[in-house]
């Protein structure tokens, strides 16, 4: 598979789709007369961003490593996410803002929805949810946290407009409020999104572990190589969508530095060969103890 072309028609996929849709839920909302339409349409537009910054990210964390950036440059990834997330919450709390608005202050002018936003509505959940598993899919595949991020704004959208369809419909139904009160809850669904967005790339930029799942393998991997007596230390931390281990192993006290050597390389390839999101291994040897 090639990931610079799946990249690209990801993000085209993303900016294109969701300039369409946007202008088309912006007319249904102001020509229908929905609150909760337009801002639904802020929400698609806000995707077309979203995916620029995911392309951007995923493309400066493809740089090799250089004299400045020994380790590479994945973490850039992260930041990618991160932004995502915030632009995600600002664009929930805006969403949110209009709606209490409209609750507080502007009542007596809030005007039933026509037949267009239900349809625009209807349209927007059966695009937007096809993206979130084509990009998904993809982000998956390649395991690049930035586009799964995107997904998400894409299924966040996707609520969003469920959300729109709830209230509008109710508001044609003789409960006009429903239109606003949809919007603040629209905007409580994009806030949990861009809250799990935002704390999986802080995560990610930390230091975290790999977790105990992914550590656990990990051992049991290892302790199957030959030569290797026991693992003293095992330690994994994330850098962007990649895994750096440290490792201490034992081996038998009494052999040559060249076989004790040659386990640990042995060790370090087979990791590196058989779990793909390990970017390095830094192996310690230690002789194993005798007992009395």
């Known amino acids: 598979m090639d990931e610079k072309k799946v990249i690209k028609r990801l993000s085209h996929v993303g900016i294109y789709g969701n300039v369409l ?5 912006l007319l249904a909302g102001i020509l229908g007369n929905s609150g909760a339409m337009v801002s639904d ?3 698609s537009l806000s995707d077309v961003f979203a ?3 995911a392309y951007i990210g995923v493309k ?3 740089q090799k490593a250089d004299e400045k950036h020994p380790y590479g440059h994945e973490r850039l990834e992260c930041v990618a996410a991160l932004t995502l997330g915030l632009i995600l919450a600002g664009t929930g709390l805006g969403i949110g803002y209009t709606g209490v608005r409209q609750l507080l202050f502007q009542r007596e002018k809030i005007v039933v929805p026509t037949l267009l936003p239900l349809i625009a509505a209807i349209v927007s959940v059966i695009t937007k949810e096809g ?3 084509y990009t998904m899919f993809y982000a998956k595949k390649l395991d690049l946290a930035v586009f799964k991020a995107d997904a998400w704004h894409h299924r966040s959208d996707a609520i969003s407009s469920v959300g729109s369809f709830v209230g509008i419909g109710m508001a044609k139904l003789g409960f006009p409020l429903m239109d606003p009160i949809a919007s603040v809850i629209i905007c409580l669904f994009i806030l949990k999104v861009a809250y799990d967005i935002a704390g999986d790339a802080l995560n990610k930029m930390l230091d975290t572990s790999g977790g105990d799942a992914f550590e656990q393998t990990l051992k049991q991997f290892i302790e199957t190589k030959p030569g290797v007596e026991r693992i003293d230390l095992l330690r994994t931390r994330q850098f962007g969508n990649k895994i750096y281990v440290d490792l201490e192993i034992a081996v038998k006290r009494d052999i040559s530095l060249i076989d004790a050597h040659a386990i640990a390389e042995d060790v370090h390839d087979s990791v590196e060969q058989n779990f793909l999101n390990v970017k390095h291994v830094m192996i310690h040897v230690n002789p194993k103890e005798e007992r009395s």
Not at 21 to 25: N, S, V
């Open 41 to 43: 349409a802020v929400h």
């Open 131 to 133: 993206m979130f598993h």
């Open 21 to 25: 849709l946007a202008a088309f839920k």
């Open 51 to 53: 995916t620029f910054i």
């Open 60 to 62: 400066l964390a493809g």
